[in-house]
C-alpha cells in the first residue's frame, strides 16, 4: 500500500483533517466567448455557508452540478446543485467519505475517490446515477487522490505519494503504468486526450499531454499561472485558471494571458478548482473568502 501523504495540498481528507481543511464555496458564473475574448458575467455564490464545499463536476447535459461537500457528521459526501430550480440536495449518504465526483463515459454512473472505512485506504468506486448501492471499480489499487476518465475503459490516476504519480490505468485488466512523477492535482480529457500538469517548481506548472492512441506524451506545452485549470472550448481551446481572486484565460495560440475577471470585490482571496460546462456556457469555480 502506498502511503498517503495527508496536506492541505491534496486535500484529500481521512478524519484528522477536518479542522484543518479550508472554508471553500463554490461560485456560478455566465460565460461568453468571442474570438478573441472570453466575458464573465453574474458570479453566484451557490453554496453559500461556511464549511467545505469543493470539487464541482458539470452534469454532460450541463443542467446540474455535483460536488464535495462536508457536513454537521464531519463525513465528505457528494451533492447536487440544479441549475434550473437552484435547489441542492445530497447524492450520497454513506459511513465513508467520498470526493471528486466525475462523470464516467457510460452515462449511467459516476466514479469517486472513496475513503474507505478504515480512514486509510483511498479507491476508486462507482454510483449510479438512479441512486444504489456503490460498486469498487479497481481493487488492487489504493492511495489514488484525482482521477480522470480517457476512454470508457481507460483512466488516469494522481496517485497520493511523496510526489505525486500520475498513472494511467486499464478497467478491464486492472493494469496500471507510471507515466511520470511530480504532477498538478488537475487532470483532463479531451477527445481521448489527457491534459495535466507538469510541475518544475513551486512557481512553473507546465501544460502538457498524452495521448493514448500514439502512446505519447508532450511535454512543456504551456506554461499555466497555477495548478488549477479548465479547458474552454471556444474557436481555439483556451485554458483557464485562478490566481488569487483573479481568473486568468491563457491563448496558447496568441502565448498570452489575460485576467477577464477580478473577484476581489465578492471577498474572494484565493480561487482554486474550475469547472466549465458541457455547452461552454457556465463555469464554477472554488474559492475562499475573506
Known sequence: MRKIILSLTILTATVKLF?????????????????????????????????????????????????????????????????????????????????????????????????EADTVTQRLWKFPLRGGAPVLIMKDIDSIGYHCWITKDSLALVMITKTPTLEVANVKTQKHKVLLNNVGRCITSVSQTLFYVQKQDSTKNYLS??????????????????????????????????????IIASYPFKNADKVVLDLANKGIKNITRIAISSDGTKMAIVAESK
Open 209 to 246: 499531454n498524452y495521448m493514448k492512441n500514439v502512446k505519447e506524451r508532450e511535454k512543456n506545452y504551456y506554461s499555466l499561472p497555477n495548478e488549477d485549470f479548465a479547458i474552454l472550448l471556444s474557436f481555439q481551446p483556451i485554458y483557464i485558471t485562478g490566481v488569487k481572486s483573479k
Open 19 to 115: 479542522a484543518q481543511l479550508p472554508n471553500t464555496d463554490i461560485w456560478l458564473l455566465d460565460i461568453k466567448s468571442t474570438k478573441d475574448s472570453v466575458i464573465l458575467k453574474n458570479p453566484v455564490n451557490i453554496t453559500n455557508r461556511t464549511g467545505y464545499d469543493n470539487q464541482p463536476a458539470f452534469s454532460p447535459d450541463a443542467k446540474y452540478i455535483l460536488y464535495t461537500s462536508i457536513r454537521e457528521d464531519k463525513q465528505a459526501d457528494i451533492y447536487k446543485y440544479d441549475l434550473t430550480t437552484k435547489l441542492i440536495s445530497q447524492f450520497t449518504k454513506t459511513p465513508t467519505s467520498e470526493y471528486s465526483p466525475t462523470f464516467m463515459p457510460d452515462g449511467k454512473n459516476i466514479s469517486v475517490v472513496m475513503v
